[in-house]
């Protein structure tokens, strides 16, 4: 398939040392002559396309945010003029309090949402306010909702475009690793309801996802430990060994203890990992773009499964969702609990005789690394009755019935429910009575 650019889906392309990445994005779309601005040499860039079913998507990476004006001209749009009466926006941020400063280093031209930080803002009330702000600042549906943040920001920033006038343009600009290597690309939108992680939602894929290792140089060990667990957990589903063999090293090498990107060799490294993981997502995600239960398609699936090739992508998600839900939303990091999910996944994997004994205690030793210090006093207080309630009312659930994602010797494998998972989920739930020393990992 071939992009209207006429380059190939999925193709890179990258820009000629020292020029401003995203003007010379803007030369290759448009097909215009424009002269480029200038950034410092060695500056990377790399660009992506997708077509995740009706809708195109591009993710662009590079070191440096972009400007509003940037993000504008990647999308092709000219920037309107106010009306006389200036109420008319052409665009609206939503960001929080965390990435307030970011989305003004961005633009002072747009008007500016600021959310509370942290998955206890994923609700509908949010939503109602982005929606609310981009009405009052006159968005038309040919207006442009930029989110600005990781995933909670992301996730309802594109809810809100996929409703508001059924249907606005959408960009995002992740600021968390989690969110760069996951929430942000294959267009899942939501916010959490009832306790449960974002169990209303839709898919509406953002128009262009800006990747800037610059957002990244303040965020926290703890985020930078979750962000980690969604690199780890890709490289795990990817076939692409080399991309796992170097993830491995990193982290028992502690390379996360001080990320900080403080030489050209580190940037490079972490956005060449973040482009990995886009590319093993983004291929699944042109297959299976909304996760249709009726596509039995075969991207590594157990034949008797008749799942969908996006649902690879859940791989530690069920188990970890249903930790989340049941300690109360936010209480651990989503990545957190992707990680501990990973290593119930592979401990299920092994006992189903799928995945092999050395990959197991690989996954489980390697996810282990990437818990928080505190983790093993919270998951303490889990009651085991509402982690088995959660974990069978999981939203990706067939016929009443949870599906689980494990390792397997080349990727990842769905398995339907039977009476061996049962035991296993059974037992687990039975295993959280305050000795933390039962979950290796």
Known sequence: MVSNTGLSLSQSVFRPPGVCFWSFIFCVTSGRVKKPRLRPKGFLLSRHHFQFGNYASSVVSGKKLPRFEDIFSELGYKLPEKS?????????????????????DITNELPVLTLPPGEAAKTWQSVETILRAARNNGLGRDGLFIGIGGGVICDLTAFAASIYMRGAELALVPTTLLCMVDAAVGGKTGFDLEGLKNLAGTFYPAKAVFIASEALKTLPLREWKSGLAELFKTAVLSKDESFFEELRRFIETGGFENPGFTNSETTEQFLSLIEKAVLV????????????????????????????????????????????????????????????GLARSAELGQQLGITPPKRAEEIIRLSGRLLDDSFGKVICRVNGELFHTALLSDKKKKAGKPRFVVPSSEGALIIEWNKNIETYCNSLAARFSGNSALFPG
Do not use: Q
Not at 85 to 99: Q, R, S
């Open 84 to 104: 006389a009466a200036g109420k008319t926006a052409p665009g609206l941020v939503v960001c929080d309090k965390n990435t307030t400063a970011l989305a003004r």
């Open 281 to 340: 997502k983004g291929r699944i995600v042109e297959v299976d773009p909304r996760e249709d239960l009726n596509n039995a398609a075969g991207f590594g699936m157990d034949a008797a499964a008749g799942g969908t090739e996006r649902a690879l992508l859940n791989l530690g998600h069920t188990f970890g969702h249903a930790l989340e839900s049941a300690l109360g939303l936010g209480t651990v990091t989503h990545g957190e609990a992707v990680a501990w």
